[in-house]
């Protein structure tokens, strides 16, 4: 099963040339924690709502003169669409990071996952997982008036 259920989402791209306070304005305006970081269309580092923390207001850098190549993560680690939910939680735990861009074959950006979109998907998956145990073990028999068939049980020895 491919990552493609993870690109459902518009990303939010920025420019290593743009500043903070640019950045900071996207990731307010989209309600999000991270931004893609592209240069002439290809992903070149991602920024984070915690870099911008430690690395800007924890250094007490100003915001307007400091640019997002300054502060990002470079060195991004990537997913290829065509790789699977196990093959990327791997590549999490490998690397220990929460946020992994989603590329295409051409190795542009097309998407992203979070630690937060796992944890969903685990949910939902344990939850299917739950009602159909409980489907098994607890489904009641018809009632009589809805019997349709005739039933015929033996007791064995």
Do not use: Y
Request: hydrophobic share 40%; glycine share 6%; proline share 4%.
């Amino acid at each position: 099963m491919s990552l493609q259920r993870f690109c459902q989402r518009p990303i939010v791209t920025v420019a290593p040339e743009h500043t903070i306070a640019t950045a900071c304005q996207l990731l307010e305006d989209h309600n999000i924690g991270c931004l893609l970081v592209e240069e002439q269309g290809k992903l070149c580092g991602i920024l984070t709502d915690r870099d911008v923390a430690l690395r800007v207001t924890g250094r007490r850098r100003d915001p307007e003169q400091t640019t997002v190549r300054q502060v990002m993560s470079g060195n991004t680690v990537a997913i290829s669409v065509e790789s699977t939910v196990h093959a990327l939680t791997a590549l999490m735990q490998t690397h220990r990071v929460r946020r992994v861009p989603i590329i295409d074959e051409t190795g542009r950006a097309i998407g992203i996952v979070t630690l937060d979109d796992l944890l969903a998907l685990l949910g939902d998956e344990m939850s299917d997982m739950g009602q159909a145990i409980s489907d098994a073990f607890f489904r009641k028999p018809p009632a009589a008036e809805d019997e349709t068939e005739e039933f015929h049980w033996w007791v064995l020895p």
